[in-house]
Antibody
């Protein structure tokens, strides 16, 4: 059974850093395209970043230069390192598996990141 | 970036009704479109991909159509479990973009 479990979300001060984790089971992270998608409170869905199976990474303009997506193959875990956090980064962060051509067939339960002083 | 615009933003309907949600892309995306259902506090759930292909396990009362820039999601006979927010998403290119959501409320 495919499962994605995020962790690491918490309250952090503006300018701070945080690393989110997404533990996967039932499939191999490194063989798939994996994304982070976020949702600000009461708002819609916003794609954040993707890591290809080959290792290439891409970011939304809103986080480029501040966020880094990575994976650890031996633990089958996806990460999102977030630096220079601002209140606009406050959101529930979901990891999601990108199927075939680009839709998201599996999502984690989400982890809440709150950026506030 | 490709902008995705959904309408309506909010829709009130009753159990048994047939409803339609539309999604328009700012440029042609062929049929590279997915639909998701989201309930409060829960991750989105994939309903449909390639504009009209039903994800396994999704009831057949859901259907999708369209190509190019205009797409529709139809629920043929609303059930109590269908009251939720629906999002379209293009995967024609990065950045992946979503519509703003259509909230389906009970009348």
């Amino acid at each position: 059974e495919v499962q994605l479990v995020e962790s690491g979300g918490t309250l952090v001060q503006p300018g701070g850093s945080l690393r989110l984790s997404c533990a996967a089971s039932g499939f191999t992270v490194s063989s798939n395209y994996m994304s982070w998608v976020r949702q600000a409170p009461g708002k819609g869905l916003e794609w954040v970043s993707v890591i290809y199976s080959g290792g290439s990474t891409y970011y939304a303009d809103s986080v480029k230069g501040r966020f880094t997506i990575s994976r650890h193959n031996s633990t089958n875990t996806l990460y999102l390192q977030m630096n220079g956090l601002t209140p606009d980064d406050t959101a529930v962060y979901y990891c999601a598996r990108e199927a075939d051509s680009g839709w998201y067939d599996y999502w984690g339960q989400g982890t809440l990141v709150t950026v506030s002083s | 970036d490709i902008q995705m615009t959904q309408s309506p933003s909010t829709l009130s309907a009753s159990v048994g009704d047939r409803i339609t949600i539309t999604c328009r892309a700012s440029q042609s995306i062929s049929n590279w479109l997915a639909w998701y259902q989201q309930k409060p506090g829960i991750a989105p759930k994939l309903l449909m991909y390639k504009a009209s292909r039903l994800e396994s396990g999704v009831p057949s009362r859901f259907s999708g159509s369209g190509s190019g820039t205009d797409f529709t999601l139809i629920i043929s006979s609303l059930q109590p479990d269908d009251f939720a927010t629906y999002y379209c998403q293009q995967y024609f290119r990065y950045p992946r973009t979503f519509g703003q959501g259509s909230k389906l409320e009970i009348k």
